[in-house]
């Protein structure tokens, strides 16, 4: 009997494994259809975690936009992104497009690393991992290039002359890469950057002819604007990079010195940012009013200065006499006797530097970029002076001065409240922190403390949003803890207790030298005019 079961168990597992192996495709189709088709909005696909894995399963090419319903930004780009779906429904059906409010999706906003609205990236053939970012690309019209790019050939190959000024006088810009062969690794290096420069045409040629035609006698990679040459860039195998040759193109579609505006502002305040997409973190701005006497010359030193840093210096011009331009006035502390005034700002870092000298010539506009790109420049660091009685009140009043000496210490733990005077948010809180600081004033290694951004350079610490707080813990390591709660006087308790507590439990016992000891260490003092 045992033998018998025993001979029956694989003959029982074989018998089901061939009825489900003889299930027919048309069953199979059946079974799929009664799963719910994914629903569209505008031919694009509505996507969330659910069905997220099931929409990259059932595509070929999928472009997704990530966003925040809110968002204008995101709102603009929508409306561009559903007319590329739509244009491209008949033309290219294994492309789909769909889109994710990623407001409440923080699992898909966390994997994919979404910090920027919109951010829209591309999945092949089902692949969750690494999609392709599409960066900077705005209109309809952009979308469609920049995916014909990536699923076909990016650039266009030309065999004629006749070839060439049609590319060149279609568009206000094109791009055209001048080879001796096409099996190099800078021709490689030219295809990807046309896959992520979709506003202009590329094309390229390995013809003797055409090459001599235009008077080009290595790898060059030349930007035509109008129909003529603005820029020759010689191509050399490991010399330059996608990133490289998209930052010199891109800055074409910019005037060599960009006015400043509203639409900007985010630049500053955002870091991640950069105008209009064109991936230069180093800006450099004249501040100057456009009424002024000697406007004219002073803007026309700056812009020849300007051509010879194109790619490596963003220029931009800000009109002191618009009202609307104060905050970027007050970020980098320019008062009216100041103007003209240049400045150099690393959009990365934050890290500002002032130009020596006071006219503005070519010669010294194009000797202080030189100096910063050579690493020579100095920092410019602005700071309140330290008042008599910053340390009488329960909050403690820090500037750029006394900053670093008074948070970074072994002994104390300091809270930190950043704020903007002008900020209606900052004002509300600033009574709820007097509070904190009342609370804790008791409290021998605790110090609340605050400090004015707009009038304080702190780079030991990176800038986020007002009103924004940070701890730092006691202890002989440098650290630094953001606080993401509620803001009431309740959390910033429970927070500043279980931070005490935590460190409390793994720092090593010793002797505390309390609050007047730190405040009795020598001042490590940074004037507004010393430079560092």
């Given at each position: 009997?045992?033998?018998?079961?025993?001979?029956?168990?694989?003959?029982?597992?074989?018998?089901?494994?061939?009825?489900?192996?003889?299930?027919?495709?048309?069953?199979?189709?059946?079974?799929?259809?009664?799963?719910?088709?994914?629903?569209?909005?505008?031919?694009?696909?509505?996507?969330?975690?659910?069905?997220?894995?099931?929409?990259?399963?059932?595509?070929?090419?999928?472009?997704?936009?990530?966003?925040?319903?809110?968002?204008?930004?995101?709102?603009?780009?929508?409306?561009?992104?559903?007319?590329?779906?739509?244009?491209?429904?008949?033309?290219?059906?294994?492309?789909?497009?769909?889109?994710?409010?990623?407001?409440?999706?923080?699992?898909?906003?966390?994997?994919?690393?979404?910090?920027?609205?919109?951010?829209?990236?591309?999945?092949?053939?089902?692949?969750?991992?690494?999609?392709?970012?599409?960066?900077?690309?705005?209109?309809?019209?952009?979308?469609?290039?920049?995916?014909?790019?990536?699923?076909?050939?990016?650039?266009?190959?030309?065999?004629?002359?006749?070839?060439?000024?049609?590319?060149?006088?279609?568009?206000?810009?094109?791009?055209?890469?001048?080879?001796?062969?096409?099996?190099?690794?800078?021709?490689?290096?030219?295809?990807?950057?046309?896959?992520?420069?979709?506003?202009?045409?590329?094309?390229?040629?390995?013809?003797?002819?055409?090459?001599?035609?235009?008077?080009?006698?290595?790898?060059?990679?030349?930007?035509?604007?109008?129909?003529?040459?603005?820029?020759?860039?010689?191509?050399?195998?490991?010399?330059?990079?996608?990133?490289?040759?998209?930052?010199?193109?891109?800055?074409?579609?910019?005037?060599?010195?960009?006015?400043?505006?509203?639409?900007?502002?985010?630049?500053?305040?955002?870091?991640?940012?950069?105008?209009?997409?064109?991936?230069?973190?180093?800006?450099?701005?004249?501040?100057?009013?456009?009424?002024?006497?000697?406007?004219?010359?002073?803007?026309?030193?700056?812009?020849?200065?300007a051509a010879e840093f194109r790619g490596k210096i963003m220029f931009v011009v800000v009109n002191t006499n618009e009202t609307r331009n104060g905050r970027i006035f007050e970020y980098f502390r320019?008062?009216?006797?100041?103007?003209?005034?240049?400045?150099?700002?690393?959009?990365?870092?934050?890290?500002?530097?002032?130009?020596?000298?006071?006219?503005?010539?070519?010669?010294?506009?194009?000797?202080?970029?030189?100096?910063?790109?050579?690493?020579?420049?100095?920092?410019?660091?602005?700071?309140?002076?330290?008042?008599?009685?910053?340390?009488?009140?329960?909050?403690?009043?820090?500037?750029?001065?006394?900053?670093?000496?008074?948070?970074?210490?072994?002994?104390?733990?300091?809270?930190?409240?950043?704020?903007?005077?002008?900020?209606?948010?900052?004002?509300?809180?600033?009574?709820?922190?007097?509070?904190?600081?009342?609370?804790?004033?008791?409290?021998?290694?605790?110090?609340?403390?605050?400090?004015?951004?707009?009038?304080?350079?702190?780079?030991?610490?990176?800038?986020?949003?007002?009103?924004?707080?940070?701890?730092?813990?006691?202890?002989?390591?440098?650290?630094?803890?953001?606080?993401?709660?509620?803001?009431?006087?309740?959390?910033?308790?429970?927070?500043?207790?279980?931070?005490?507590?935590?460190?409390?439990?793994?720092?090593?016992?010793?002797?505390?030298?309390?609050?007047?000891?730190?405040?009795?260490?020598?001042?490590?003092?940074?004037?507004?005019?010393?430079?560092?």
């Open positions: 009997m045992k033998m018998h079961q025993f001979f029956f168990l694989p003959l029982l597992f074989l018998s089901g494994f061939l009825a489900a192996e003889s299930i027919s495709p048309n069953e199979r189709k059946l079974r799929k259809a009664k799963l719910p088709k994914i629903r569209k909005e505008n031919s694009v696909l509505l996507l969330k975690k659910s069905n997220f894995d099931r929409a990259l399963k059932e595509t070929k090419y999928l472009l997704v936009e990530f966003y925040v319903s809110l968002s204008q930004a995101s709102q603009n780009v929508s409306k561009e992104f559903a007319e590329a779906a739509r244009l491209l429904k008949k033309e290219a059906p294994r492309i789909q497009f769909g889109k994710i409010d990623v407001t409440d999706q923080f699992d898909l906003r966390k994997e994919f690393n979404i910090q920027e609205f919109p951010t829209v990236k591309f999945f092949v053939d089902g692949i969750r991992e690494a999609p392709i970012d599409c960066k900077g690309v705005r209109q309809a019209s952009a979308f469609i290039t920049w995916l014909k790019r990536q699923t076909g050939h990016s650039t266009v190959l030309i065999n004629s002359t006749d070839q060439v000024e049609a590319i060149i006088n279609a568009d206000d810009l094109a791009v055209i890469g001048f080879f001796k062969e096409l099996h190099k690794d800078s021709v490689e290096v030219f295809r990807e950057t046309a896959k992520d420069v979709p506003e202009m045409p590329f094309g390229m040629t390995s013809s003797e002819d055409i090459c001599a035609h235009y008077g080009i006698q290595t790898n060059t990679l030349v930007v035509f604007k109008k129909g003529k040459p603005v820029h020759n860039e010689v191509l050399e195998d490991g010399r330059q990079n996608k990133l490289d040759l998209t930052k010199i193109i891109k800055t074409f579609t910019l005037d060599l010195v960009t006015e400043y505006n509203l639409e900007m502002l985010s630049v500053v305040f955002q870091t991640s940012v950069k105008i209009f997409d064109v991936p230069v973190e180093n800006h450099i701005l004249l501040f100057i009013p456009t009424n002024s006497k000697t406007f004219n010359t002073t803007y026309e030193n700056y812009k020849s200065a320019i008062r009216e006797v100041d103007v003209p005034a240049v400045r150099i700002l690393n959009l990365t870092s934050q890290a500002k530097y002032k130009m020596p000298a006071d006219e503005v010539t070519v010669e010294n506009v194009r000797h202080f970029c030189q100096s910063y790109l050579d690493g020579k420049a100095k920092l410019h660091l602005s700071s309140e002076e330290i008042a008599k009685d910053w340390d009488k009140m329960p909050v403690k009043v820090l500037v750029g001065k006394n900053f670093n000496r008074i948070v970074f210490n072994r002994t104390m733990t300091v809270f930190v409240m950043f704020y903007a005077p002008w900020s209606y948010e900052c004002r509300k809180l600033l009574p709820i922190w007097d509070e904190l600081g009342e609370k804790y004033q008791s409290h021998e290694d605790v110090i609340i403390a605050k400090i004015d951004v707009t009038a304080n350079d702190v780079l030991s610490v990176v800038m986020d949003r007002y009103p924004f707080f940070r701890l730092f813990p006691a202890g002989p390591d440098i650290q630094e803890v953001p606080y993401a709660g509620e803001h009431n006087l309740e959390a910033f308790s429970e927070f500043l207790e279980e931070q005490i507590k935590m460190k409390a439990e793994t720092r090593e016992k010793g002797p505390s030298r309390g609050m007047k000891e730190v405040l009795s260490q020598k001042e490590t003092v940074i004037t507004e005019k010393e430079e560092l």
